[in-house]
């Protein structure tokens, strides 16, 4: 930690910092320049948790040195992580999809698609049983039924199941039914559902939020993993910014900079980030080719009628030749799908 | 509802999608242009909720008309409410002025600040027993003792209370202790919470989160009400920017614009927008000036010490001369204090 | 300036940065903490102006402490200035209002709403000549002829006339007519523009670019200042953000933090931030509410005819009612109008 | 065009629109519906431009219909544009890569990164000789003395010359020197530079302005081909979000939703997008993957002493290992390097 004074500062206000420094316990190296004066902070910075040493007189700003989160910092855990869902393993070497609809509808529905993402190569299925919908009066989602049926369609296709959890009791729900649960965009600092999420025993995927720093979306899995559960793969889902052409901003740069910050994987869901389903399979591609671990990418058996996100649905067709042309640049990136 | 057709939509395209319209019960009006057709649904559009348009041949794009949100649109509803919390009354004749600590750390510290913000002339004091805290190892908040000191600072000075709820857990506590419970920035799509705070029974401070447009906000807010309590107040706490010298930027053109959409209350937080004690004056001003119909303010009995925000917290000194300064803007405004 | 170092940086790393530093004729100040090394840099940095530090080994990244801009800063001219246009005073002790159309449009609007805005107490006429539009196909000014017109209103209801310039041809024909120039905000950032404004003799008004944070338009406002002309004053109108109910988000913040940061007035323009007219008045009390030192209005005499921004207008009456309904707000800023 | 009518609207204030329609030339479909009026808009619109409707009594809004760029837009020039520069063709076939230096430093350094980029296998040298610097005390660039060594460059390794504009005088230099000119981000909609830009003759790189949409973008690529020069590039260079863990945030998504919109070309600078030249090559290789027809990649010799970006450029070995894993993408994507 770094304090830098006031242009001007007297000794005696210097004095002051310095002197609450090392009263607690640190230690204060002065750099006096020529127009200001800065002190560097070594040692513990968690003594100085209940000081705001920004409010004492002449203090200019504080300048933090290192990052808040431990557990998902690269820095402390160089190696990358591989999570295990059974016998999938999200990591460096591997390259997962998640496909299904946006929400479940029925059970035909799940089961139709299931058998097809199966067929067309990738190893999870995915369906929203609980759906958080902007307008109150939109789809909600089957519930607990809708997770028996992603229960079901996993056992039959040979296919791991996930599923977006919005509340402890969906959390209950999901660790009776499926392989991995979800922390979506809107809930990734519902710190309450975080810590329960790291109780719960099951692999975690944490949605970027739409107006999260990186930094805060590491300090959310922070979160999970502090509560017990290193099980935490990252999902960068768009930003919120002023273009409107696609729903959110797809930032693929996240992923270079999480492989730098963080040893956990990260996968990449242009379906969510765009909005329509044109633009999902060039943006799978670019994700594959910038380093990501995985994809998540909705497909469904009829997306005109979808009851949620249709337009930005694949077609069983379109999913097909994008999981074929995947297969090029799967290799390029050193992975096998 | 408006369908847009591609250029060069093939008539046998455009009457796919009038069949469509007419076999839902609905009537289709086509204003067949010199480049593009439109085609106007007339009727109640919830009878194409499980139609994706956008995704027939030819069709380009979906332009809404009317709102999504109903219980919260002005349209339904000119008149502006007033929300009563035991006697005291927000909404277009007071100013309601919210003031507290952040955090509430311990008895004798919300007792002091309490005494305090009385005398200055609040009529809420606000404290929050339960933290949303970006990293796992911030301090996390009293919990149901916090409430209980709330209530008893709320009986002893005359005074309304206030909490952040996080989780059903904390609104079954806090029902039991405070007058008005609030949902935080960071849980405004948290919906299974606003379902929860919807069922409460007791008045609800929605703040606006750091993503969320205005039109999601009411939709929120719409949920609360959708839910059984019609008793909302909105709060503009600042929104996610590229701009770095105030922690959020606040939007106060949000206030005129809910006063030209709906008929909720708003009130504005200058305190969490700008992080930085010196901007709050003056931007507590400017939102009394532009109409808002309360502030929430953070006042704290040592801000170099406290546990949570105190960078944007003021002093007992800064905060009577607000209020002072604020009576001519209340003046001006034609609003009681 | 501070060096950070990476955790783990060896030795001979941090010697390295060292020696360089001291090469280059300044003072290196270490700080050994348990986690990382710090480096505080104390002398003149230009010296280090062509050595990229981040890319040393074991770098993790470079702290600036002290501002780039210089001659824009308050720490080194603490008085707020005083900007002199004619006997028109721009600065902490008046209200100053620029009223008028977006465009120019003949030589009899621009009379007629001079007339108008002079009655209602403005100081200033505003009027574009050159206009930056968006689309090519849109309305782009009068140009010179536009000029002799501004000049013409001035002499007639003793104004001061302000008019937006775009390129050095503008800025030629602009110092024979006007009183100031501005500079657009989609021009903050045309250098060139800025240095040729610097030498142009006359006072600048300045507007944020809608992309640009407080410390780039200082930055900008250093340009012309360092061509040899202190007379700049700064413009608030909005910058782009997620939010769609109003053309941009009108950052008040900015005023109490240039305040904080630089002795230049700054007025505030809520008709482009906006882009509605009847969010034009609030936001234009609570500019004066927060510290500003003036205003930009437009003012048409027939909106709905205007040929540019007429939406966003306001007409003589709401004109009029709003520097009616200013004078209270005026007088509690301790300001005359 | 379609006009929404407020809920409510008396069937008068519905016929004085329609009315003033009628008069214009145009014709007016009425769709009158439970809640609100709404009336399409036949015709050439270019009619109404005068007149802003939105501003008649008990009118909501206006939805436009039809984009207001033309001869950029691909609805009416399906075919993507091949541009021309010299015997080298940027468009769908191909994958051009434009590399050098930030600035132009001096004639042995830029020769020497020509030397390699040219042996690496790009067909564009770039260098800056006029810099468009945040702080006026930044290195501004060599002007005509770099221009004229880009020259040399040029013809002594057998590449094509960029240069960046910024100005009207730059423009009349750099037709003598270089084969395509640049628009940089800042001046995206300095509108007078690109007229000018549209009669140089040259073929023109259009940068993304850090605040625009992609619809202001294919705006201010009209104005140049307006003027009379159809030979357009975009480049997309990222834009200006709340995360900073790179400088900007490259925004993928533009390449496809470009090829959809526009038959212009588009390439991909990721160097300036990030800031971070570990970034770089990631990023490079995901554009090329979603469909961009080039790149433009800042490489220097010698990183650590640049006068301009140091951080952000490649040195030759990572710009010869990026050019050669690029080999596999490019032939994915089905174009030639």
Redesign the interface.
């Known amino acids: 930690m770094?304090i830098?004074m006031?242009?001007g500062a007297p000794k005696s206000a210097v004095d002051k910092v310095e002197e609450l420094i090392v009263t607690k316990g640190l230690?204060a190296?002065?750099?006096?320049?020529?127009?200001?004066t800065?002190i560097?902070?070594?040692?513990?910075k968690?003594k100085l948790?209940?000081?705001?040493?920004?409010?004492?007189p002449f203090v200019d700003k504080i300048?933090p040195?290192?990052e808040?989160?431990k557990l998902t910092n690269k820095?402390f855990h160089p190696e990358p992580s591989r999570i295990k869902v059974g016998d999938v393993e999200i990591g460096p070497d591997t390259l997962t999809v998640m496909a299904g609809p946006c929400a479940v509808e029925n059970e035909e529905q799940l089961m139709t698609i299931a058998r097809e993402v199966k067929k067309a190569g990738a190893q999870f299925v995915r369906g929203g049983a609980y759906k958080?919908?902007?307008?109150?009066?939109?789809?909600q989602g089957l519930e607990e039924e809708g997770l028996k049926y992603m229960a079901k369609a996993g056992r039959e296709f040979g296919l791991k199941t996930i599923c977006e959890v919005?509340?402890?009791e969906?959390i209950d729900a999901a660790v009776k039914y499926v392989d991995m649960i979800q922390i979506g965009a809107?809930?990734m600092?519902?710190?309450?559902?975080l810590r329960e999420a790291g109780q719960s025993g099951l692999p975690v995927l944490l949605k970027r939020?739409?107006?999260a720093?990186?930094?805060?979306w590491l300090?959310a899995a922070?979160?999970i993993i502090?509560?017990g559960n290193p099980n935490v793969v990252l999902c960068e889902r768009g930003?919120?910014?002023?273009?409107?052409?696609?729903r959110n901003?797809?930032?693929?740069?996240?992923?270079?900079?999480i492989k730098?910050?963080s040893h956990l994987p990260i996968i990449v869901d242009p379906s969510h980030?765009?909005g329509v389903?044109?633009?999902v399979s060039?943006?799978a591609?670019?994700?594959?080719?910038?380093?990501a671990d995985g994809l998540m990418i909705e497909v469904h058996n009829d997306?005109?009628?979808?009851?949620s996100d249709?337009?930005q649905s694949l077609t069983f067709e379109n999913f097909d030749r994008l999981m074929a042309?995947l297969q090029?640049?799967v290799k390029?990136a050193g992975r096998t799908l």
Chains 1, 2, 3, 4 share one sequence.
């Open positions: 770094i830098v006031k242009p230690e190296h002065l750099s006096q320049g020529k127009e200001v800065i560097g902070v070594v040692g513990n968690n948790l209940n000081e705001n040493i920004e409010l004492m300048v040195v290192t808040s989160y820095k958080p919908r902007t307008s109150p009066y939109s789809f919005i509340s402890a969906a809107r809930n600092q519902n710190f309450q559902l939020g739409l107006a720093t990186i930094d805060e300090n922070e979160y502090s509560a930003i919120r910014t002023f273009e409107t052409s696609t901003t797809l930032d693929l740069s996240a992923v270079p900079v730098e910050k980030a765009t389903y044109s633009y060039p943006l591609k670019a994700a594959v080719a910038c380093g997306p005109a009628h979808a009851l249709g337009p042309d090029g640049y390029l």
